[in-house]
Every structure is written in structure tokens, then in C-alpha cells.
């Protein structure tokens, strides 16, 4: 499996501060549906940032 580049890492994180933000402010309007989808992309990002500054590329 390849690295994931960092401009894809840097999206993601992008689309979770929005999520999160937006989600707050309008929740009393939209319910709490996009701080949690924020809170899931946020882990995920968490979760693929190691491999993102992995020295090794694995290939099967």
C-alpha cells in the first residue's frame, strides 16, 4: 500500500474543522448529525496520519 500524500491528510482535516464548526453553530437548526460526522473524520484523520510520514512503501 502506498503513503497517502499530505495534500489528501490536509483535506480531510479541512472537511473535519468545518463539519465541527458549522455543525455547532447550526445544530439547534440541523441537529447534531454533522459534529458527529466531524468527530468520525477527525478520528480518521488521526488514525491515517501515520502513514502519511511512513518511510516505507509496502508492496505486496
Do not use: Y
Request: glycine content about 6%; hydrophobic content about 55%; charged content about 10%.
Amino acid at each position: 500500500m502506498h503513503r497517502i500524500p499530505a495534500w489528501i491528510l490536509l483535506c480531510l482535516a479541512a472537511l473535519t474543522v468545518t463539519l465541527v464548526i458549522v455543525g455547532w453553530n447550526e445544530r439547534h437548526h440541523i441537529g447534531p448529525l454533522p459534529v458527529a460526522l466531524g468527530i468520525m473524520w477527525g478520528l480518521f484523520v488521526l488514525a491515517s496520519a501515520p502513514k502519511v510520514f511512513s518511510q516505507k512503501d509496502h508492496q505486496h
